[in-house]
């Protein structure tokens, strides 16, 4: 290949390492390089440029400033640790590509900052290769142009974002003022006012969300009493059978759904006609799960496009882009919300939906269902002028009032969904204790203001967990559902090393798949998982929620899946 590109008159090609900002074995990651790079320098006429990111290089810069390449890009942006080390280590007859303009956030970069950095690099450069001037990483990671947000989002605002196409022209800015300032001086003078006005804007700071913030003590983060008390109370106040069914919170959002949420946002529907229209899907959803036998209901979340989309709509701090659409996976994609200053909740979000659920269903529980402040984080651009910590600690604290709010309101269960603390896991393991410990401080401070009696659950999916269930274990929640079928039971192994004391829920049926699982099926998983789990404390549910699948399906699979649990329980009596 690369002699090919060679041959059609290549010159420079990027070869992209990332794993080089992970801790790495050195004995076998070093000469595995050596031994690649040697093969590469093989092919005549070409350069290479060794690209990492999304981190620092840290103890794998040395021997990767050695490799047989002619130039380095380096992650100025999460790795500006890395510089006064590449500066000793990287040969003068290399490239340095300093990736000063981040790539993975919307926000204009400080370009007067930024040259003052770049400056550096050229004045230690002076008799030696070139430097490059680039993004911090692919441009993947932001929204292709701020153009057609012009007339949606104002102007203020408009002033403090740049996605790909303004960021490649910060790059130019950039390395046209390292040249010559005054050739870019306008360009710089409108960067820095912008930069300013964002600075002083009165609309990000909120003194009253600070001040609660820091007002917190020790009790903020506890619940009343420990998980076995809470566990007696909960039971004495839900009366839930052995092997407890529920779902994971969504219901299929069929074309039906998807055609009344764009009449109604056509204005085609009133607010009254749409309100009416949801209320009928969440009775019929709710009286199929009691006639299916479910334990624990959900009212399926018709109102919501996206779990983090739909409490930014209803947060302090937040706005929506017009066509902010990144790459999330695949060919899906997604239009994160903007978080731009301090997070607060100025009404109820999900209290009325949850208060007419429960009443649709009189004798059995239907949880209130919240997105937590870690995935509404993580699923966001955040802002960077402060420690995501702390803005995870303002979410944490609107989402701590809904709760208190849904348990006001008389819902017994509350789920609150953490799929990304996994996610937000550092690349270098000496940074792991700290994250987790905000991570696991944001969860237990959103969900430990309600009483012993009420329940809270929490879900995690789309990732391994294994390394982390120690912290999983921390956040102290009364009952987790967590993705297992599709991981195909690695979760067995965790709890073997680490134990579980609360009620846990690992997912019986892979919810990605159409494929409806048979009973037979989801009996040996669950034969499986009581090994491992004590009878009283496991509960039978999906991998994750059924917005994707088709009724038919989600039907079918989860009339097997009570029927699993009813013959547990029959088992386990005889």
């Keep these: 290949l690369f002699s090919q590109l060679a041959a059609a008159g290549a010159e420079w090609v990027q070869v992209d390492e990332p794993v080089l900002s992970l801790d790495l074995d050195i004995a076998v990651y070093q000469p595995a390089f ?11 006429g070409l350069k290479y440029l060794l690209t990492s990111y999304f981190g620092r290089l840290g103890d794998n810069l040395a021997w990767a400033a050695a490799l047989p390449v002619h130039g380095i890009h380096l992650d100025l942006v999460r790795g500006s ?13 290399k490239v340095i590509s300093a990736g000063l303009i981040n790539g993975r956030n919307i926000w204009k970069a400080n370009l007067d900052k930024q040259l003052a950095t770049l400056a550096t690099i050229v004045s230690a450069r002076q008799s030696a290769a070139p430097v490059w001037v680039s993004s911090s990483c692919s441009l993947l990671h932001s929204p292709h142009s701020l153009k057609p947000e012009a007339g949606h989002l104002d102007e203020e605002t408009l002033g403090w974002l740049s996605f790909a196409e303004e ?3 910060e790059v130019a800015v950039l390395a046209a003022a390292i040249a010559s300032r005054a050739s870019v001086a306008e360009q710089l003078q409108r960067n820095a006012a912008n930069v300013l006005s964002r600075q002083q804007s009165a609309r990000i700071t909120r003194p009253a969300v600070q001040q609660r913030l820091a007002a917190l003590d020790e009790s903020s983060y506890a619940r009343q009493a420990a998980f076995t008390e809470r566990q007696a109370a909960q039971r004495a106040t839900l009366k839930l059978p052995l092997f407890p069914t529920t779902t994971i919170g969504s219901f299929p959002q069929t074309a039906e759904v998807r055609k009344a949420r764009a009449q109604f946002r056509k204005g085609a529907l009133s607010q009254d006609e749409y309100a009416q229209f949801l209320d009928a ?25 996206d779990m983090v989309e739909f409490f930014g709509e209803h947060l302090e701090g937040f706005v ?17 919300p903007v978080i731009f200053g301090d997070v607060s909740r100025p009404h109820a979000m999900t209290v009325d939906v949850a208060k007419f659920a429960q009443a649709c269903s009189p004798r059995k529980p239907v949880k209130g269902m919240l997105t937590g402040p870690v995935t509404i ?11 995501r910590s702390q803005t995870a600690g303002q979410i944490a604290l609107a989402i701590r009032d809904e709760v208190v709010d849904l348990e006001a309101a008389g819902i017994r269960v509350i789920q609150v969904d953490e799929p990304a603390i996994r996610e937000g896991l550092p690349l270098r393991k000496a940074d792991y204790d700290a994250y987790l410990k905000w991570s696991v401080d944001v969860f237990r401070l959103a969900t430990t203001g309600v009483r012993n009696e009420t ?9 391994d967990f294994n390394e982390i269930f120690t912290a999983i274990k921390s956040l102290d929640a009364d009952v987790i559902t967590i993705e297992n079928s599709k991981s195909d039971l690695k979760l067995l192994g965790a709890l073997e090393v680490h134990g579980y004391a609360a009620e846990i829920g690992p997912g019986l049926y892979d919810i990605h798949s159409p494929r409806v699982p048979s009973v037979e099926e989801m009996a040996a998983r669950f034969a499986a998982l009581q090994k491992y789990i004590p009878a009283e404390n496991l509960w039978a549910n999906p991998d994750c929620g059924l917005k994707t699948r088709g009724w038919p399906e989600v039907k079918e699979s989860l009339t097997n ?11 386990h009596a005889a």
């Design 561 to 571: 899946l009570v029927a699993v649990a009813v013959a547990a329980r029959k088992a």
């Design 167 to 169: 960021k490649v022209e």
């Design 377 to 387: 984080l993580q699923w966001s651009f955040v802002r960077d002028d402060q420690p």
């Design 281 to 305: 899907e969440t009775r019929k959803c709710i009286e199929w799960q009691d006639e299916a036998g479910l334990d624990v209901l959900v009212h399926g979340e018709f109102e919501r496009t």
């Design 320 to 336: 929506f882009t017009k066509r902010g659409w990144v790459q999330s996976y695949g060919s899906r994609c997604v239009k994160p």
């Design 81 to 93: 640790a890395d510089l006064d080390a590449a500066l000793e280590l990287i040969p003068a007859d």
């Design 34 to 44: 050596t031994q690649a790079y040697a093969e590469l320098a093989k092919v005549a």
């Design 455 to 463: 329940q809270i659950h929490t879900h995690f999916c789309y990732s």
